[in-house]
């Protein structure tokens, strides 16, 4: 069993106290926990994770927070101020994203992250072709997030996974045009997917959204707040917010690439008519008339504060910066693999990039990474590792780690070609395909860990 966090230095608490511990004494503790597990991720060796990165940004972000963080959004007679952050935070983020109000009215919704904002685009869709069509379904490819299927399982959505290029990364358009039917009520793209750091054709997506009469949501909670960047720094060609003829709904992470605090991500929609179709009304109700425009109640306004803050402190300019350093290193690091045969790029990627190797299980790399301090994200069919580059790894130094330690990872797993790979029992597919028992020993296992996540030893 996972040994229980810090058990071995600090009390574990199965109940509340009787008498409560001094602020002083509790303050010490968080700052000890904060300073040790920051280390994890400050020598820019973590893929993704932490976007910002800069302590001087977060302790503004915070002292932002620390205005509002006690009030309830709710209550906007009494904190009219969460009106002025939310409206100015939407009405960037459609504006970044190319939303055009000369044929529509564009609208968002600022949610908790990244898998609200898609849960509530697929709920908007069901709704708005509630009572024209019998089961809604929507059509995404095999790389879209994850939220998709759960938002799928949570609304009785049929998600249909349509298959990508296993070299370039990209959807199968074909199947996606022939299996639209009746009861699809909106296709998925991705820009840019989280595996590979490839964008989908949303061109052509958006296309057959409107030949088929039919809604298109990117999912731009990755690459929203960095993608118009790099479109204008010359890194990014294709196509793919709000302004590609078809596309009707995108969403984007404030608290990614946007650099503000976890917990938030704007959902946006090209016309105000969709977004209102999810807004939920109970007016009979005996403790009083409720409505509400999404599925949380009580927010604090210290969140749209501090995300509002980081973005009218940034600025286009400042974003424009960030972006320059992000994809400049994204762009060196992609070559600093390729420098070695056996190793591939997959697909088209942008500033996340997923590397495998036909010559030997890559997760010899990974292994020999960790040993040096390096933190990448695994993934399966095909095994392959990937990089989200984010501000760390613009600190002077890293690069040059990189490119030394990535080439003794190869000389090691070359070495080690025959020998079984220890993190690919972890994070690897399963040999020859999933099985229904691989599948149910896997979901025992996944189980076993979160529960263990969530229990306290004796």
Same mark, same amino acid.
């Given at each position: 069993?996972?040994?229980?966090?810090?058990?071995?230095?600090?009390?574990?608490?199965?109940?509340?106290?009787?008498?409560?511990?001094?602020?002083?004494?509790?303050?010490?503790?968080?700052?000890d926990l904060a300073r040790r597990e920051d280390r994890t991720w400050e020598t820019g060796q973590c893929s993704g994770t932490m976007y910002c990165g800069d302590h001087d940004h977060y302790d503004f972000l915070n002292q932002a927070f620390s205005y509002?963080?006690?009030?309830?959004?709710?209550?906007?007679?009494?904190?009219?101020?969460?009106?002025?952050?939310?409206?100015?935070?939407?009405?960037? +983020?459609?504006?970044?994203?190319?939303?055009?109000? =000369?044929?529509?009215?564009? *609208?968002?919704? $600022?949610?908790?992250? &990244? #898998?609200?904002?898609?849960?509530?685009?697929?709920?908007?869709?069901?709704?708005?072709?509630?009572?024209?069509v019998g089961r809604a379904n929507m059509i995404k490819p095999?790389?879209?997030?994850?939220?998709?299927?759960?938002?799928?399982?949570?609304?009785?959505?049929?998600?249909?996974?349509?298959?990508?290029?296993?070299? +370039?990364?990209?959807?199968?358009?074909?199947?996606? =045009?022939?299996?639209?039917? *009746?009861?699809? $009520?909106?296709?998925? &793209? #991705?820009a840019c997917n989280y595996g590979y750091?490839?964008?989908?054709?949303?061109?052509?997506?958006?296309?057959?959204a409107l030949d088929r009469g039919v809604g298109l949501h990117v999912d731009g909670c990755l690459g929203g707040f960095i993608l118009p960047f790099g479109r204008e720094l010359g890194y990014v060609d294709a196509p793919f917010d709000l302004s590609v003829p078809g596309v009707t709904s995108m969403s984007a992470d404030t608290h990614k690439y946007g650099y503000a605090l976890k917990g938030t991500s704007v959902l946006c929609f090209a016309d105000r008519a969709l977004r209102n179709s999810q807004y939920f009304y109970q007016p009979d109700w005996s403790g009083g008339k409720y409505c509400s425009p999404g599925m949380d109640g009580s927010r604090s306004g210290g969140l749209l504060a501090a995300t509002w803050a980081a973005m009218v402190h940034l600025g286009r300019s400042?974003?424009?910066?960030?972006?320059r350093h992000i994809f400049e290193t994204a762009a060196a690091m992609q070559r600093a693999v390729l420098e070695?045969?056996?190793?591939?790029?997959?697909?088209?990627?942008?500033?996340?990039?997923?590397?495998?190797?036909?010559?030997?299980?890559?997760?010899?790399?990974?292994?020999f990474l960790r040993t040096r301090g390096w933190r990448l994200n695994?993934?399966?069919?095909?095994?392959?590792?990937?990089?989200?580059v984010t501000r760390p790894q613009t600190q002077p130094g890293v690069l040059e780690r990189w490119r030394a330690d990535l080439a003794d990872a190869v000389d090691y797993a070359v070495a080690h070609a025959d020998d079984p790979a220890q993190s690919g029992a972890i994070y690897g597919g399963v040999a020859g395909g999933p099985t229904s028992e691989s599948d149910d020993i896997i979901r025992f296992f996944m189980a076993d860990m979160m529960d263990q996540q969530q229990s306290i030893p004796d």
């Open positions: 069993m996972v040994p229980f966090p810090y058990a071995d230095e600090y009390p574990i608490n199965r109940a509340l106290p009787e008498e409560g511990a001094l602020r002083s004494d509790v303050l010490a503790e968080l700052e509002f963080s006690h009030v309830n959004t709710l209550q906007r007679d009494m904190c009219p101020s969460a009106t002025k952050f939310e409206a100015e935070i939407i009405a960037m +983020t459609l504006d970044l994203l190319g939303a055009d109000s =000369r044929s529509a009215t564009p *609208a968002g919704l $600022v949610t908790s992250g &990244g #898998s609200a904002s898609i849960a509530h685009a697929v709920l908007a869709y069901r709704e708005a072709a509630a009572g024209s095999e790389t879209a997030h994850p939220a998709f299927d759960k938002a799928g399982h949570l609304f009785g959505v049929e998600m249909r996974v349509a298959p990508v290029d296993p070299a +370039t990364a990209q959807v199968d358009l074909d199947w996606v =045009r022939d299996h639209v039917d *009746a009861n699809t $009520v909106a296709l998925v &793209g #991705s750091g490839t964008i989908d054709p949303i061109t052509e997506l958006g296309e057959i400042g974003y424009r910066d960030y972006a070695h045969d056996q190793l591939r790029i997959i697909g088209s990627p942008s500033f996340l990039f997923s590397f495998t190797s036909d010559d030997f299980d890559i997760y010899h790399v990974n292994d695994g993934q399966q069919y095909p095994n392959a590792l990937h990089m989200a």
